[in-house]
């Protein structure tokens, strides 16, 4: 309760710093954030589809740390990001930076972006400091699973056979899951919150149950680990 009330300190102060400075809400941009922690954490170093937003107020276009999938045109822009540029940005990426590889076509409701800037500012904060939860009090409402702590034996693989056009998923718990293979998925997370080395883990994904993702912890794990076999 004492944490909790401590950061619902921090929270308050740097709302009201931030809806100062950008004339938004911060709590308001915390909603607006949610679709974009799909591809964007608030996290130092933390990188996903898009890299972390964590201390983007001030840092120029196309450097964060540690991210190496930024296209030519942002590596090469001549933008340092603040309210008025990240304004530019979330209404129309493709206006400001000609060429960028970024999927979103923009929010056109000044007032959301507003909201979203400030939110932004607000988790902007010096290394080591505590920035404020995001949208349901965590960093995003679409927070990924830790792969290598979270996992348990209905998702953690035993063996993944192949035939015909089938792909036959068996984990530890005994189960044996059959997907089409053009619905297994094959993908690798070699960061701290991926898989144990050699032991990848199945995650469900679709409406229907019908695909899924095998998770592993290098390339070279992928087909060392497919067994062709009827």
């Known amino acids: 309760m004492q944490r909790a ?7 308050v102060g740097w709302s009201v710093q931030a809806s100062a400075a950008t004339g938004g809400d911060p709590e308001e941009g915390a909603r607006v954030f949610r679709p ?8 130092s170093g933390e990188h996903r589809t898009g890299p972390s937003l964590a201390e983007v107020f001030g840092r120029q276009a ?14 090469q822009a001549e933008v340092v990001w603040d309210a008025a540029t990240l304004d530019a940005w979330l209404a129309d990426p493709e206006a400001l930076i000609p060429g960028n590889r970024m999927t979103f076509p923009g929010i056109p409701d000044a007032a959301a972006r507003a909201d979203l800037i400030a939110y932004l500012e607000a ?9 404020p939860p995001g949208p349901g009090g965590m960093m995003g409402a679409q927070e990924m699973a ?7 034996p209905n998702n953690r693989i035993a063996a993944i056979r192949h035939c015909g056009d089938t792909y036959t998923v068996e984990v530890e718990n005994g189960d044996a899951h059959q997907f089409w293979e053009f619905n297994l998925r094959f993908k690798t997370d070699s960061s701290e919150r991926g898989p144990e080395p050699a032991h990848p883990v199945l995650i469900p994904a679709g409406m229907m149950g019908d695909r899924a993702s095998v998770i592993f ?3 070279a794990e ?3 680990f497919i067994e062709k076999r009827c």
């Open 36 to 43: 974009c922690a799909a591809c964007h954490t608030l996290e």
């Open 5 to 11: 009330a401590a950061v619902l300190s921090l929270v």
């Open 217 to 219: 912890a290098d390339p």
């Open 62 to 75: 196309g450097t964060a740390p540690g991210f190496t999938r930024y296209s030519p045109a942002l590596e």
């Open 222 to 224: 992928i087909s060392a």
């Open 123 to 131: 988790a902007t904060v010096p290394a080591g400091d505590t920035p």
């Open 146 to 152: 830790d792969l290598r702590r979270d996992m348990g």
